[in-house]
């Protein structure tokens, strides 16, 4: 086994495939097109994140839309290969064996980063132990801290017993993995000899250590009380010496370790990092903006298309603004054969009904209230005459609400009312259980990608660029990655008053109900029925200005230049 690996990448999910469920959302996602613009660039490099045997969750909708939840069942040893390899982690006064399986990412020219996902389901620890790395945000905040623990503490040792003592940077994707700075503090006075763990030794560690934030929502940063903190991580000698310095308001919160022990610190977007320095005052902020992997998210007609128009497009993402150069009519054909997929599909699954001469929108997020699903369904009757009098619309959700959100639920619940209200007027379908692989079916199929979260909540967000590279424009407001890929009428359109476009653009939203109506109204639709080629453009220019570039093959230059190897 290769053992030279310099940066070890640490993330509580990483999207792998569609049918391996140890990812719930975007953070995995991107965690997964890193890796894999990783091993296209040739990093040597691993990721670390935890099996999740029961994945996130599967979920099920039924008539009137109320989301029911069930554990996912996915034959492990199907997509993984078991290591011989394991290590012991201390949770309060037990010792719990952890062991490790393997999964290869394989670059465009065969380079592997190999991906080591942690389980403690074995023989020896107690029940509850073994089911630690079985629910991927499962179980209460001791569950929590406990699975922390095994990612940060127990991926080091595991890394290790690999025989990769060597790693030049340890990149902690959210704070969930940054008890992993506890264990290098551990190491580090072991190899000292020294007796107390100190400010010195974390300087030290800091050298190693990169921190991506991805949220500025408060509830996305895990943080326990000092006193779960003390009874789970009492056989830890680094946090029983050091923990006092570095609590926050009588809390082991794992983002302000990781911003403690992190010389390089950044949030995933222009915008984010400007949000990200005032939630945390007196750290140096910076910013990447994230990207997906280009290969992974174009539909097969489109791969097919660049591959004969810009044949060097998967190990160049940059060449995609060749794209320019792309005739109306491929562009159009290779959208259609996407887009039959993706109603094909909807039909299907949904009985829907769905019409693919038809203007399709989509919206796939995680249901929750800043995201605000329902803003398109703010004043029904104007949508309503809108589609009568511009032409007939048809609209494509999907996106789980947490298990414990109540109020994602209830805007589920919301979408299939207005569906039953609408009737045939506006055709709605909401897919269930959204993975990778219908993230890929709307992102590609749609003709207009719609978004709209409440700023400045939105940090990054994704899918807006796996439209893009497949030539969907968006229709979306003003945050997030959107505030630097917005060019109106360019690349797509911004729900906000195009003529003072500002990066502090806030408005009501009714005001933004409003803003998009209009356009939906007075320029999308007609543009979309009545001046084709014009619609045309537009899609032309989302592949060739920001597929180009909100790529993570981009993303994952940068970190070299910036973070891993300065």
Known sequence: ??????????????????????????????????L?????????????????????????LDAQGQQSEEP???????????????????????QVTVRAWRYDIKGHSDHIVPVYLLDTDVEGNSNYDRSLTGQLYGGDAYYRLCQEAILGIGGIRILR?????????????????SLLVFELMAELTQKLGDSKTTSEHIDQVRRECIFTTHTPVAAGHDHFPASLAHRVLKQCKPFRDYAEELYCDNELNLTHLALSASYYINGVAKKHQETSKKMFEGYQINSITNGVHAYTWASDAM?????????????????????MSINNDDIWQTHQRAKRRLIEYVNKTSNAGMDQSV???????????????????????????IASHCGPLQIIFAGKAHPDDTQGKRLIREIFRIKEALNQDIRIAYLPDYDMEIGRLMTSGVDLWLNTPLPPMEASGTSGMKAAINGVPSLSVLDGWWIEGCIEGITGWAISDTEQQTLDTTLGASSEADVLYSKLENIIIPMYYHNRDAYIDIMRNTIAINGSFFNTERMISQYVSKAYFR
């Open 303 to 323: 791969r097919a298309l660049f591959n004969k128009k810009i044949p060097d497009w998967r190990e160049d993402n940059l060449s995609l603004r060749y794209a």
């Open 359 to 385: 203007m399709t929108l989509g919206f796939a997020r995680r249901a929750t209230p800043y995201k605000r699903t329902t803003l398109l369904f703010t004043d029904v009757d104007r949508l309503r005459t």
């Open 72 to 94: 996912v069942n996915w034959p492990v040893d199907n997509y993984l290969l078991p290591i011989d390899a394991h290590a012991i982690v201390e949770l309060e006064d037990r």
């Open 161 to 177: 017993a690999l025989g990769h003592t060597d790693i030049e940077r340890y990149h902690m994707n959210e704070g969930h993995s």
């Open 36 to 60: 894999r613009s990783a091993a296209d660039a040739g990093l040597s490099m691993a990721g670390i994140t935890l099996l999740s045997r029961k994945g996130y969750f599967r979920q099920r």
């Open 1 to 34: 086994m290769n053992n030279e690996i310099s940066i070890a990448y640490f993330s509580m999910e990483i999207g792998l495939e569609s049918t391996i469920p140890t990812y719930s959302g975007g953070l995995g996602v991107l965690a997964g097109d890193t």
